[in-house]
């Protein structure tokens, strides 16, 4: 079965920003050297916390500052699908793709931003956020798919379904996507970000300056239907 996977931020949303960085502001921390953002973030990179710890000790910054359900949704509403969304998502699913999301994003943003378009997708894997009874942020599950997880992911769809790697995608933009060529999986970075995107073995195809989602169809031998 031929499949695509999707990172989400930086790669189906356009010049938005980081959704984590966004919280951080929203609460009020400073995200230079020296902040709990970026200590954090470095102790993970360093294997000083495991991914869990890492929200869990993320989850208690946002509990002190008091981050509530209505300030996620006000960030998600923030966030605008590139160009070209539709016409793409719709090509894959008329040429057969299984499509799914594999996210370091939180589940509750992808689906708010996504909101009719959620249908398409066959699996949504990314953070739980969840509150507690006065809205305030009070627990983030850690999704298992991230960094080394998304070759993890790709690895159990491909075993699940008995597809060939060779009919497997990945479409990312970021360090953190850098994994999933591990699968044995086509890859395709666009838009970079700290993507090592001149490393052919980690992006097979490199499409910088997207500005329509459909610009990866000719890599996959597929062309966006025409308006009549």
């Known amino acids: 079965m031929k499949a695509i996977f999707f990172d989400f931020d930086g790669t ?19 995200l230079g050297n020296g902040s709990a953002y970026r200590d954090l973030f470095d102790a993970y990179l360093d294997k000083k916390l495991s991914y869990q710890e890492w929200c869990d000790r993320t ?14 949704a006000e960030i998600a509403d923030r966030i605008q699908l590139i160009d070209g969304f539709e016409e793409t998502i719709k090509a894959l699913k008329d040429a057969g793709y299984s499509i799914h999301i594999v996210s370091g994003s939180i589940t509750p943003v992808v689906a708010r931003v996504l909101g009719k378009n959620l249908k398409y997708f066959d699996s949504i894997n990314a953070n ?24 993890r992911f790709i690895n159990e769809y491909k075993a699940e379904t008995k ?14 996507d850098e994994w999933a060529h591990q699968s044995g999986c086509k890859t395709i970075c666009i838009n970079p970000d700290d993507a090592d995107y001149f490393d052919t073995t980690k992006w097979h195809t490199v499409l910088q300056n997207v ?7 000719p890599v996959l031998g597929l062309q966006a239907e025409q308006e009549q």
């Open 59 to 72: 989850c208690d910054e946002f509990y002190k500052a008091g981050f509530n359900k209505k300030q996620l």
């Open 211 to 217: 500005n329509n989602l459909t610009d990866i169809l």
């Open 128 to 151: 739980g956020m969840f509150f507690n009874k006065d809205g305030v942020c009070d627990y983030i599950r850690g999704t298992n798919y991230d960094f080394e997880g998304k070759a």
């Open 163 to 176: 597809s060939k790697a060779g009919d497997l995608v990945f479409v990312g933009n970021g360090s953190n």
């Open 12 to 30: 189906l949303t356009y010049k938005s920003e980081n959704i984590w960085r966004a919280i951080w502001e929203a609460c009020g921390y400073d």
